[in-house]
């Protein structure tokens, strides 16, 4: 009795709120599932029942493989336990196989994987020494961030009812950050070079690693001024990298090398013929600038400036992943995205270049990576924000400034996140969630930081109250007008434009206080 | 407030609990011909909206009293009239006369478990939010989480939004009940008591406490001053509000007592399947219901509750005070639920809700107890298959209860409220100090037998000469819990007084 007690009473919160989120999830089993949930089936099926040698070549199902080898070798050990549920489903033909046992191993296969991520906000919670509030339980740093990350609105609908296993990938980034501010770089790296192999949207943050590690790992010691110290660099360092770094790459890639598939692995990894937006467009630039062309193609329309004849008629959101013409501005191409992409992050690693500021230097140029990347990057997904959502939860309880960031990029990030969810029985679920942790996060980060200035402006404050009305307009108002037929996009795309703005306006903002914040002499006290 | 924000998730948290297990399977989902309690409150929508209110409750061509035929009092009738409203103007299918019955699809399901949310939200949770806040003498970080823990109640729950009934309307009700009286609102907490028998005639468990600490309040301020006008009042209030909830009926004799007729069905027998009273559990030895001719059967099971509820109620009458009232709402429940005649298993709820009311004067004792009616209800929940929430929401419910009290450092004498009476036993036996050491061994022996019944009930085929093997196991075992909570609570009302007179008596 006395075990039970020190168990689950006294300090143990964090397993009462993982536990009480896990058992949420486990609620959450009987809603809807998109074809993400045939997608990873299928690769279940692949990997087992097809030789190594197959993998990347099987395309009976429209739902190919395309994830990096290690999610593929993560299938593989999945479906040794698949099989005990149900042999049915491991079976390449049987498309859109959905039994409830199925369900049942799917869902939990999520749940049970999470249990990394877990750990992870575990070890994140040990290593960040937030502001110092009140002695209450609820005002602790730690405390709100484990409830910030494990109670995540993104993750939980992403993973839980959407399906995808973003969970454990964010698991092992969160572990690796960690590691790093924890001072074992070699675990870090080991982790993150994993992590590359799971899920190879990662390489977007790989630029933060890089620079990180040469910068703070291989240079031994700075000079006073904070410049760096050439003489000081280490060579055993950098080859201990390069190694663990070329292991991982050589065990994920080997045996492809070998059959002499590496050429067919990549082209399904990296599927540059899908178009530019993602069948709903991600709140990016992109979007902002597709939206600018309808625009303008409407008024010229209007004005008879244009030929009506020479506009394409496919509409960009007409729901297919395809090829899209822009009308009157110039159409976007993938290499145009990349170089894009590339200046956008330049400034924040040369920040982490001249300017280290010890880990949370490198959280903040991370953030930045993965943020300028989903702005500019080639056809988005917008669940890709869960990439800055979930790093950036680390620094909010850090600083009031980074806490307003969070908070405008959580709340629009995840409001962007509602179109995933269209269907009757989830819209409650959706909405509730979404409330639950948005009125969280805005109030427990308001109380840490009472004693400064107001998190947000009036500005922000009237477009994050905006979100009500459009969330009012596009799922209670617009299904009941005549123009539901018409334009049936039009939700859509006030959803996407209304979050672009706020995830840019979050994007400058970050920049704006990486690039003049003062190198303080922060590194040096530790 | 300024921890209003997390008041507020503590709601929110429970809503989305109630949403997600309302996406579970319904009572009798596509069983054709009778199907189940969702279709009966669709077919009162489909009589209420398409007859004459003279015809509800009676049997007649278009209206079939032996399917599912409206026998809850007319509160409950006029809400399914409202809620027949909305159906027809989403879509006429749903109640259509005769047509409709059995209907069953996506949306209609959506529509009804949308009105069990509706109601939940404006009648039962800002009940259970203001009774927390009124708390005294407790931080505000305990009402949220005894907040918390009322609202994940997984029989609730499971009852409300898987299985389907609005028992949060009238359990709502009597919370606002109880809220009026213990705060001296008593005129308005009548009022809310008796909308909360006209919405469900179960509720009548619960109306001796309020009878007796209401008498109480007014023999206190004195019968021939005060206390008589507060008496009159009180009477006025109460015959009013009957009196409008069923003006329709009273025009006729005969309507009236055809409703009565419907409310108290006493030829339906001494139980109903599976319940985990006293003579359910008895007719597994001896077949009461067979034996015993039928007015002996009402004879005995009113005598025996009666009895059993009689000193609780003295003693409330006596020396009325909130905490007394609360406690005498739970033992009063707990002696109608085990003795009294035609009980069903869902009534444990009316049990459920005082003890819920009790969490933070007696932690432990009250989660053991909401553990074991939710277990009592397993079978049902079964059926229903609800196996994965009952599960879950158990589960959540536990691990919220003993976060937010530490139940198990709570289990002295005194955190059992059983000081008093252990001081009392001990002037004979000087030894008595084993208490508490007893009770937890109890409760983790009626844990582990639930568990391994559950198991077994979800693992095992029950054998063939024996189908209903483990429902009779789960009322046994249930039956026992709750003998033993009716002796432990009335001890504790019994005791009660004389340990707040010790007290004064040291100050």
């Known amino acids: 009795m006395a075990a039970l007690g020190a168990a689950t009473g006294g300090g143990s919160w964090f397993s009462a709120l993982a536990l009480g989120v896990t058992l949420l999830k486990c609620l959450l089993i009987p809603t809807y599932h998109s074809t993400d949930f045939e997608v990873h089936r299928n690769w279940l099926a692949i990997t087992h029942s097809l030789p190594i040698s197959q993998w990347y070549y099987e395309a009976t199902s429209e739902w190919t493989l395309d994830y990096p080898p290690f999610f593929a070798w993560f299938e593989y050990a999945l479906s040794h336990v698949a099989k005990y549920f149900d042999q049915e489903m491991l079976n390449v033909r049987n498309l859109n196989y959905s039994s409830s046992r199925t369900l049942l191993f799917q869902r939990f296969s999520v749940i049970f994987t999470d249990t990394l991520f877990v750990y992870a906000v575990h070890e994140c919670c040990k290593c960040i020494d937030g502001k110092k509030a009140g002695k209450e339980l609820t005002e602790k740093p730690k405390f709100i961030l484990s409830v910030l990350l494990l109670w995540n609105f993104g993750l939980l609908i992403v993973d839980h009812i959407h399906f995808q296993y973003n969970g454990f990938l964010s698991g092992l980034m969160l572990l690796s950050i960690a590691r790093l501010f924890q001072k074992r770089h070699m675990e870090g790296a080991f982790l993150f070079a994993v992590l590359l192999h799971f899920k190879h949207i990662y390489l977007y943050v790989a630029p933060a690693y890089g620079v990180y590690l040469l910068r703070s790992y291989c240079f031994t010691a700075n000079k006073p001024d904070g410049s760096i110290r050439w003489n000081s660099f280490s060579f055993l360092r950098l080859i201990s990298l390069g190694l663990i770094v070329f292991l991982v790459s050589a065990l994920s890639l080997g045996p492809f090398l070998a059959l002499n598939q590496l050429p067919q692995v990549f082209s399904r990894l990296f599927p540059f013929k899908r178009g530019l937006c993602h069948a709903y467009w991600a709140p990016n630039f992109w979007a902002l600038y597709s939206a600018l062309d309808k625009v303008l193609s409407i008024i010229g329309l209007e004005l008879k400036l244009l030929d009506p004849s020479k506009i394409p008629r496919a509409s960009m959101t007409s729901g297919l992943v395809q090829q899209f013409q822009h009308t009157v501005l110039p159409s976007v191409t993938p290499l145009a995205t990349l170089i894009c992409t590339l200046i956008a992050i330049l400034p924040s690693i040369f920040c982490l270049w001249f300017k280290p500021q010890g880990p949370r230097g490198f959280l903040r140029c991370l953030i930045l990576c993965a943020l300028s990347s989903f702005m500019f990057g080639w056809h988005v997904h917008e669940k890709a924000i869960l990439l800055a959502v979930l790093p950036m939860s680390l620094l909010s309880v850090g600083k009031a400034g980074d806490a307003s960031i969070f908070l405008i990029l959580t709340t629009t990030g995840h409001y962007s996140l509602f179109p995933l969810l269209f269907t009757a029985p989830e819209l409650p679920i959706k909405i509730l969630l979404m409330l639950l942790f948005t009125i969280y996060s805005i109030s427990s980060l308001k109380t840490l930081f009472r004693k400064e200035k107001p998190l947000f402006n009036w500005m922000e404050t009237f477009y994050l109250l905006g979100l009500g009305p459009l969330e009012v307009f596009c799922e209670f108002v617009f299904p009941f007008t005549s123009w539901k037929l018409k334009y049936p996009f039009i939700p859509l795309l006030l959803t996407s434009v209304y979050c672009a703005v706020g995830i840019t306006h979050a994007w400058f903002k970050l920049y704006v206080s990486v690039l003049t914040d003062p190198p303080v002499g922060k590194t040096k006290k530790q | ?507």
Request: proline share 5%.
């Open chain 2, 1 to 507: 407030m300024e921890k209003c924000y997390l008041m507020t998730a503590v709601v929110l948290l429970g809503l989305t609990v109630r949403w997600t297990v309302s996406l579970n399977s319904y009572s009798g989902a596509g069983k054709p011909p009778m199907f189940g309690d969702y279709e009966a409150q669709r077919h009162w929508q489909e009589i209420t909206i398409n007859l004459p209110i003279k015809q509800w409750y009676f049997n007649g061509s278009d209206n079939n009293l032996q399917y599912w035929g409206l026998d809850y009092p007319p509160l409950t009738a006029y809400h399914s009239l409202l809620c027949a409203y909305v159906a027809k103007f989403i879509n006429p299918d749903w109640i259509a006369l005769h047509t409709s019955r059995g209907y069953e699809s996506q949306a209609h399901k959506l529509f009804m478990r949308a009105t069990v949310l509706i109601a939940d939200l404006l009648i039962y949770i800002p009940a259970v939010v203001l009774y927390c806040c009124c708390l005294k003498e407790i931080s505000t970080k305990k009402k949220i989480a005894n907040a918390l823990c009322i609202l994940l109640y997984p029989g609730l729950i499971l009852i409300d939004y898987g299985h389907f009934q609005y028992n949060s309307v009238s359990l709502g009700f009597a919370l606002w009940g109880v809220l009026g009286v213990s705060y001296d609102w008593d005129l308005l907490g009548s009022l809310a008591f008796c909308l909360a028998i006209n919405y469900k005639q179960m509720e009548l468990y619960h109306s001796l406490p309020f009878f007796c600490f209401l008498l109480g309040k007014c023999f206190k301020k004195g019968l021939k001053g005060k206390g008589l006008v507060l008496l009159i009042k009180l009477a006025c209030t109460v015959v009013a509000s009957f009196i409008l909830c069923w003006l329709p009926f009273l025009t006729e004799r005969e309507q009236t007592l055809q409703v009565l007729r419907r409310l108290f069905p006493v030829d339906r027998g001494l139980f109903e399947d599976k319940v985990a009273n006293i003579w359910c559990t008895f007719s597994v030895f001896l077949k009461i219901r067979d034996i015993l001719p039928h007015h002996i059967q009402i004879m005995i099971s009113f005598c025996f509750t009666f009895l059993s509820l009689l000193p609780a109620c003295i003693k409330l009458t006596l020396h009325p005070s909130p905490k007394g009232f609360k406690f005498t709402l739970v033992s009063c429940a707990l002696s109608f639920f085990l003795f009294s005649f035609q009980v069903h298993e869902k009534s444990i709820l009316l049990v459920s809700l005082p003890v819920c009311l009790v969490l933070r004067e007696i932690p432990f004792m009250s989660t053991w107890f909401l553990l074991v009616s939710t277990f009592s209800m397993l079978p049902l929940l079964l059926k229903d298959e609800l196996l994965m929430p009952s599960v879950v929401t158990v589960m959540a419910f536990f691990i919220a209860c003993a976060t937010s009290f530490s139940i198990f450092e709570k289990t002295s004498e005194e955190d059992l409220q059983l000081k008093s009476f252990s001081i009392s036993v001990r002037k004979y036996f000087p030894c008595f100090t084993f208490l508490p050491r007893i009770i937890q061994h109890l409760f983790l022996i009626s844990v582990i037998t639930m568990v391994l019944l559950t198991l077994m009930i979800v693992t095992l085929d029950p054998p063939q000469k024996l189908p209903d093997l483990f429902s009779v196991l789960v009322c046994f075992v249930s039956c026992l819990n709750f003998l033993f909570f009716l002796v432990y609570f009335n001890i504790i009302i019994m005791w009660d007084s004389k340990n707040g007179r010790n007290q004064k008596k040291i100050n």
